[in-house]
């Protein structure tokens, strides 16, 4: 097993603390958090019980939540998935008009803490939830050339500049904290790098795939070059719930890998490419199936087969 990735078979809430105090290390009193709240459907439910179980692990911690207002997380779409069974919805807030729905998109996250009680449970862990957009919104950003020192030389390998003006102040006070970037198990694979997206504060990042996805990697690794340069980051993919599978690293192309060896992908598709991907986050040997635990490959599968995304 290599040394970089742990993986867990969590059967009980103890496996859990016991995982998560092993990874977390000595990290610091403070940490922050960036799980999964692509959207609001009840498909997302299993994640987001991981992520209260995961807040019971650090109740001891002084942690902030950080994710961005999305165009998918609101009533509108939950109902029309709701009376349709259909996860395609035309939304309502596009790359243009956002910033004209920034109130609805405030009133649609206050009902989502609320419903599934993220609010309580923030009250009761005292947990310091930054939301990206109303950070970068408000203009409470650092300045660009603050955030390219953080990067050194890596800022060359940025292409995409605007992401240099996006960084909440808050976050610049944080330098040198550990970020757990918290993202669930999908059934078509892992997409550990792909999560931190969501901390790009545009609510529609359509713009950020490009036409038929040309620009999607290029944005998935300024935005790490980025976050990972300012904070330890902790990749952890979950599908506690569902599967008592957990997987962790600090290499996301190799968490990725994981998911591409065991389903038989390649390892180059629309949302990673985890050859390339090694320039970025460091070079690695080719993962083999036989280095992978037979309890992790036979829960990915059944993640794959299952009908829930």
């Known amino acids: 097993m290599r040394r970089d990735i742990k993986f867990g078979h969590i059967i009980s809430e103890k496996d859990l603390q016991i995982y998560i105090e092993d990874i977390v290390g000595d990290a610091g009193e403070l940490l922050i958090i960036k799980p999964n709240w692509t959207n609001s459907l009840p498909t997302s439910l299993p994640h987001f019980e991981a992520l209260k179980k995961l807040l019971n692990c650090l109740k001891e911690k002084e942690l902030v939540v950080t994710e961005s207002y ?49 609010r309580k449970w923030f009250q009761k862990y005292n947990v310091d939830y930054v939301n990206v957009t109303e950070e970068v919104w408000n203009q409470r950003t650092a300045p660009a050339e603050k955030v ?54 545009d609510p529609n990042r359509t713009e ?74 460091g070079s690695y040997p080719l993962l083999a199936l036989s280095e992978i635990p037979d309890f992790i490959c036979e829960g990915l599968k059944k993640r794959a087969e299952s009908e829930v995304f």
């Not at 038929?212 to 904070?231: E, G, P, T």
């Not at 190799?254 to 060896?261: F, N, Q, R, T």
Request: a negative charge.
């Open 148 to 201: 390219k020192a953080c990067l050194g030389d890596k800022k060359a390998l940025v292409k995409n500049t605007r992401l240099f003006d996006m960084v909440p102040e808050k976050f610049m006070e944080l330098k040198g904290c550990t970020l757990l970037n918290f993202t669930k198990l999908y059934k078509t694979g892992i997409y550990a790098a792909k999560n931190m997206m969501g901390l790009i504060p």
């Open 208 to 281: 950020y795939h490009g036409k038929n996805d040309s620009k999607l990697i290029q944005n998935i690794h300024d935005i790490n070059i980025i976050y990972r340069s300012l904070f330890t980051v902790v990749d952890v993919v979950e599908s506690i719930v569902e599967h008592q599978l957990i997987l962790s690293g600090s290499n996301p192309a190799l968490l990725d890998e994981v998911g591409c060896v065991v389903l038989e992908f390649d390892l180059a598709d629309p949302y990673h490419d985890v050859l390339k991907a090694r320039e970025v986050f």
């Open 70 to 118: 999305t165009a998918w997380r609101n009533r509108l779409y939950r109902q029309h998935f709701m009376d349709t069974g259909n996860m395609e919805w035309e939304e309502n807030v596009k790359p243009h008009n956002a910033k004209v729905m920034w109130e609805w998109l405030r009133k649609e996250e206050e009902w989502f803490l609320d419903f599934f009680g993220f």
